[in-house]
């Protein structure tokens, strides 16, 4: 059985669990009290209570899988792989509900320890490269979707770039890698933001649409509708598309007009690219 001191300190992190439970600003300081608070067990447990104990935490982790209770699971894993550190599966696991419930600097630490061993990983240095994006840790992210985008050839890879360049603000290279998605022969269905809160599109249809909206942005709308136009072509039902063309037409009909920047040299020669393409019979 857990001494007096384990069982009071089980029942603070249970406590504690709870009121986290949907607050993830306080997700983060409760992993790091719970990961103190394995360390203080640790110390007062008997090789017998280890043992049990041990089992103990496998069986409520494995219920909590069950029950999908990610918060209580990632109590029970912390108690399992302090025993065990070694044990990668569970390393493994820890990582992905750490990333998975937005504990994100755990998660990756983690991710990127297991993937230095195990580079072919490909689920896991996905989840990684998604909570760099997040984090801000770009060139990191970057790299590996290169890398799984080049082993896999997968197109959500690419969409996946290029929201990257989107975020660090490289028009250039965003609309780089909108073509690369749009030039190849395959293609696939990501999720799209829609009234309902999330869509699944055609991958095609999305970079379209994502090109039609930077242009939007840039205050070209001839050649935002185009590509919005364009989108609905691929996919009809494009809700996005829909109501941006909508939104459009509005607009011209009101006399308004999106307000106008400077753009800069490197723009101005994506669009002049564009428009040779567009003459030339591409797209």
């Given at each position: 059985?857990?001494?007096?001191?384990s069982?009071?300190?089980?029942r603070?992190?249970?406590?504690?669990?709870y009121?986290?439970?949907?607050?993830?600003?306080?997700?983060q300081?409760?992993?790091s009290?719970?990961?103190?608070?394995?360390?203080?067990t640790?110390?007062?447990?008997?090789?017998?209570?280890?043992?049990?104990?041990g089992?103990?935490?496998?069986?409520v982790?494995?219920?909590?899988?069950?029950?999908?209770?990610?918060?209580?699971a990632?109590?029970?894993?912390?108690?399992i792989?302090?025993?065990?550190?070694?044990?990668?599966?569970?390393?493994?696991?820890?990582?992905?509900?750490?990333?998975?419930n937005?504990?994100?600097?755990a998660g990756?630490?983690?991710?990127e320890?297991?993937?230095?061993?195990q580079?072919?990983n490909?689920?896991?240095?996905?989840m990684?490269?998604e909570?760099q994006?997040?984090?801000g840790?770009?060139?990191?992210?970057?790299?590996?979707?290169?890398k799984?985008?080049?082993?896999n050839?997968?197109?959500?890879?690419?969409?996946?770039?290029?929201?990257?360049?989107s975020?660090?603000?490289?028009?250039?290279a965003?609309?780089?890698?909108?073509?690369?998605?749009?030039?190849?022969?395959?293609?696939?269905l990501?999720?799209?933001p829609?009234?309902?809160?999330?869509?699944?599109?055609?991958?095609k249809?999305?970079?379209?649409?994502?090109k039609?909206?930077?242009?939007?942005?840039?205050?070209?709308?001839?050649?935002?509708?185009?590509?919005i136009?364009?989108a609905?072509?691929?996919?009809?039902?494009?809700?996005?598309?829909q109501?941006?063309v909508?939104?459009?037409?509005?607009?011209?009909?009101?006399?308004?007009?999106q307000?106008?920047?400077?753009?800069?040299?490197?723009?101005l020669?994506?669009?002049?690219?564009?428009?040779?393409?567009?003459?030339?019979?591409?797209?």
């Amino acid at each position: 059985m857990l001494g007096v001191k384990s069982s009071l300190m089980v029942r603070s992190l249970l406590k504690e669990l709870y009121v986290c439970r949907n607050q993830s600003a306080r997700m983060q300081k409760f992993i790091s009290f719970v990961m103190v608070a394995v360390t203080l067990t640790a110390c007062t447990s008997t090789s017998e209570e280890h043992g049990n104990n041990g089992n103990r935490h496998l069986s409520v982790y494995k219920q909590a899988v069950k029950a999908k209770d990610d918060y209580t699971a990632i109590v029970a894993l912390n108690y399992i792989l302090d025993r065990d550190s070694s044990n990668t599966e569970y390393t493994d696991s820890l990582a992905r509900l750490y990333m998975r419930n937005g504990v994100f600097e755990a998660g990756i630490k983690l991710g990127e320890k297991l993937l230095n061993d195990q580079p072919n990983n490909d689920v896991l240095m996905e989840m990684v490269a998604e909570s760099q994006g997040i984090t801000g840790d770009y060139t990191n992210a970057v790299k590996k979707y290169n890398k799984l985008y080049e082993k896999n050839h997968n197109l959500v890879y690419l969409f996946q770039l290029a929201k990257i360049e989107s975020n660090r603000n490289a028009p250039e290279a965003y609309l780089q890698r909108l073509d690369q998605i749009l030039a190849d022969s395959g293609t696939t269905l990501v999720e799209f933001p829609s009234v309902q809160g999330a869509q699944m599109v055609d991958i095609k249809a999305a970079a379209y649409y994502l090109k039609g909206q930077l242009y939007f942005n840039m205050g070209n709308t001839n050649v935002a509708t185009e590509y919005i136009k364009k989108a609905l072509a691929v996919s009809p039902d494009f809700q996005a598309a829909q109501i941006g063309v909508q939104q459009i037409k509005e607009m011209s009909q009101s006399g308004g007009a999106q307000p106008q920047r400077q753009l800069s040299k490197a723009e101005l020669d994506q669009l002049q690219y564009e428009q040779y393409l567009r003459q030339q019979g591409g797209r």
